[in-house]
Each structure stands twice: as C-alpha cells, then as structure tokens.
C-alpha cells in the first residue's frame, strides 16, 4: 500500500504562483511513476503531469510552459504553478502508480480567483 499526503493549495489571484506538495509513505520503492490530476465539477477527472522514475514527463497541453512537476527524493513530489488562470480552479489530487494499481491522495482545492 502506498499513502499520499497533498499539501499547498489555496486560493491565489490569477497570474499568481502556488507549489503543491505530496508525501509518500509505506511501500513507496513500488512507485514507478507519479501524476498529478484535477477536478472541476462537471468534468472528468484530467491528468496534469505524470513523471516516471527515469525523470520523463508527460504535460497536458493546458499547462505547458506554466507548471513544472519534480521529485527531490523517494517520498516528495510537487507541482510548481506559476502564471495561474481561473480555468485552472479545481481539486488537485496526487496520483502513484505501482505497476498494478493506482493510489490517490485525499486532494487539494486550488482555487484562481481576483
């Protein structure tokens, strides 16, 4: 099992910055990639990021140029947001992926508003 802990989000005006934060725990050497999803009411569930354990990463279009995923380590992976819009509101989750299931955080409400 692996337990993933979202930290950072909150409510900033647009063009602002916001640096979302998830802590791993239990058997997180499992993990062969991370993502980053959110959710606006209405949608479907949109994947953000994914990064892989070599460092490879896949962005949605939506977000290149002004989001960057990294990983300091085996348990902490963060979303930098920068130059934030209103259609970037939404619940923010942490995604692992072991090879065989994926676990998912409790998610993080970001919310762009002047």
């Known amino acids: 099992q692996v337990q993933l802990v979202e930290s950072g989000g909150g409510l900033v005006q647009p063009g602002g910055s916001l640096r979302l934060s998830c802590a791993a725990s239990?058997?997180?050497?499992?993990?062969?990639?991370m993502g980053w999803h959110r959710q606006t009411p209405g949608k479907e569930r949109e994947l953000v990021v994914v990064?892989?354990?070599?460092?490879?990463t896949n962005y949605a279009d939506s977000v290149k140029g002004r989001f960057t995923i990294s990983r300091d380590n085996a348990k902490n992976t963060y979303l930098q947001m920068n130059s934030l819009k209103p259609e970037d509101t939404g619940v923010y989750y942490c995604?692992?992926?072991?090879?065989?299931?994926?676990?998912w955080g409790q998610g993080t409400q970001v919310t762009v508003s002047s």
């Open positions: 990064i892989a354990n070599g460092g490879s």
């Open positions: 995604r692992a992926f072991d090879g065989y299931r994926a676990y």
């Open positions: 239990g058997s997180i050497f499992r993990i062969v990639n």
